[in-house]
């Protein structure tokens, strides 16, 4: 079945340092990566996304990998800020009009 | 303001006591969902919607219902809630074009406690 595992459940970073949050997923007929960051007591947010014609995207700070052969796709965060702390979901989007989510990583930046 | 909106925001019920959440968005998106949010669980899917009169359910339906009478609301209603329902909820929506779901706009979410 549809399947996303994300890893790791929780990240501590220095300020500043670079994280980096890992999904593998189960179908290779997927073909939409988002990724959805959810402060504390907030409503998850798409941050950034991908699609599967793409290998890699950018917007600032973030970037996504994408690696269809392997399936599995990463969220990179360079020189990260405080506002950075917060739960962070992959997900994949199996085309069957579902999107299934990973569990979440909890990332903490540590001033 | 393009908002989704979620009612009640909390919520601490009784095993057996009906109730209903309801899910407004003001978009004319075409997909809307329901998802569940648990420590250690991620967001799990309970049931979705592609347009109105069509739902279906998603990975966690057991003990849920949803009516898709009208474009812009989608309530998820709990016959005989039970414990284990206890729980952060989220109403979703998006474009979900070309049978891609697309980027989910998400209400502010209803914390759910059956005693």
């Known amino acids: 079945g549809e399947n996303v595992e994300q890893h790791p459940s929780t990240l501590s970073v220095q300020e500043g340092d670079s994280a980096v949050i890992k999904c593998t997923y189960s179908?290779?007929?997927?073909?939409?990566f988002p990724w959805y960051k959810q402060e504390l007591g907030k409503r998850p947010q798409l941050i950034i996304d991908?699609?599967?014609?793409?290998g890699e995207k950018k917007d600032q700070r973030i970037a996504v990998t994408l690696n269809k052969t392997a399936k599995h796709f990463s969220l990179h965060i360079t020189e990260t800020q405080p506002e950075d702390s917060a739960v962070y979901f992959c997900?994949?989007?199996?085309?069957?009009?579902?999107?299934?989510f990973g569990t979440g990583t909890r990332l903490t930046i540590i001033p | 303001e393009a908002q989704v909106t979620q009612n009640p925001r909390y919520l601490i019920t009784v095993t057996g006591k009906k109730l209903t959440v309801t899910c407004s968005q003001n978009?004319?998106?075409?997909?809307m969902s329901w998802y569940r949010q648990d420590p250690g669980l991620g967001l799990r899917q309970i049931y979705y919607?592609?347009?109105?009169?069509?739902?279906d359910k998603g990975d966690v339906p057991e003990g849920y219902k949803v009516s898709r009478k009208e474009k812009r609301n989608f309530p998820l209603i709990l016959e005989s809630p039970s414990p284990n329902q206890t729980s952060l909820y989220f109403c979703?929506?998006?474009?979900?074009?070309?049978?891609?779901?697309?980027?989910?706009?998400f209400g502010e979410g209803s914390r759910l406690t059956v005693l």
């Open positions: 979703a929506s998006s474009f979900g074009t070309s049978g891609v779901v697309g980027e989910l706009f």
């Open positions: 991908i699609r599967s014609n793409v």
């Open positions: 997900a994949a989007d199996f085309g069957n009009e579902k999107l299934t």
């Open positions: 919607s592609m347009n109105v009169e069509v739902t």
């Open positions: 978009m004319n998106h075409e997909y």
């Open positions: 179908d290779s007929a997927s073909n939409y």
